[in-house]
T-cell receptor, first 113, second 117 residues
Framework: GNSVTQMEGPVTLSEEAFLTINCTYT??????LFWYVQYPGEGLQLLLK?????DKGSNKGFEATYRKETTSFHLEKGSVQVSDSAVYFC????????????FGKGTLLTVNP | DTGVSQDPRHKITKRGQNVTFRCDPI?????LYWYRQTLGQGPEFLTY????????KSRLLSDRFSAERPKGSFSTLEIQRTEQGDSAMYLC???????????????FGSGTQLSVL
């Protein structure tokens, strides 16, 4: 079956530090890959996505590249801010639709001033 | 755009009781989804509707669970004879799907946190 493994947290960084959250997946076929973010007290929000190999998703300074050869979709940001503190979820869908998502366990990021 | 709203935010119940949660999707969205998230885990897909039709149910959705979307707008998720293992955050999401190509963006609500004592 499908699965997503992401870096266990919590991750604590200082403002302006470089962020990497690792994500690897197991899936049949050619899944679409996503990063969702959950800010305190809010619902999950789509941060970025990539639908095929070598695609790069980007949003709000975050980037992730779909690497089929390593089955990875690592999230990166060059300079984090306090407002980036949240839980980040890597996810995939493998059925041509975005609705039936398989999520990783989530990584809590705390950015200190 | 008021977003996806869920009610209640929190529910505490005793084992064996029935509970019902409500989800109001974004008004023009035709698809509605239910997910469940247990502590330390990512959300898991439970079921989804296109308009009023329930099109898919996960094996996680035992016969004690029933979901409805009677008029293709709001949805309810009922759990009968609750068990302690039902304790989780129940998330609702909605999306607008047009045509055969499905590339819609899901909008999630803040969830209903269920605690079964």
């Amino acid at each position: 079956g499908n699965s997503v493994t992401q870096m266990e947290g919590p991750v604590t960084l200082s403002e302006e530090a470089f962020l990497t959250i690792n994500c690897t997946y197991t899936a049949t076929g050619y899944p679409s890959l996503f990063w969702y973010v959950q800010y305190p007290g809010e619902g999950l929000q789509l941060l970025l996505k990539a639908t095929k190999a070598d695609d790069k998703g980007s949003n709000k300074g975050f980037e992730a590249t779909y690497r089929k050869e390593t089955t990875s979709f690592h999230l990166e940001k060059g300079s984090v801010q306090v407002s980036d503190s949240a839980v980040y979820f890597c996810a995939l869908s493998d059925n041509g639709s975005n609705y039936k998502l398989t999520f990783g366990k989530g990584t809590l990021l705390t950015v200190n001033p | 755009d008021t977003g996806v709203s869920q009610d209640p935010r929190h529910k505490i119940t005793k084992r064996g009781q029935n509970v019902t949660f409500r989800c109001d999707p974004i008004s023009e969205h035709n698809r509605l989804y239910w997910y469940r998230q247990t502590l330390g885990q990512g959300p898991e897909f439970l079921t989804y509707f296109q308009n009023e039709a329930q099109l898919e149910k996960s094996r996680l959705l035992s016969d004690r669970f029933s979901a409805e979307r009677p008029k293709g707008s709001f949805s309810t998720l009922e759990i009968q004879r609750t068990e302690q293992g039902d304790s989780a955050m129940y998330l609702c999401a909605s999306s607008l799907t047009q045509g055969v190509r499905t590339n819609e963006k899901l909008f999630f609500g803040s969830g209903t946190q269920l605690s079964v004592l």
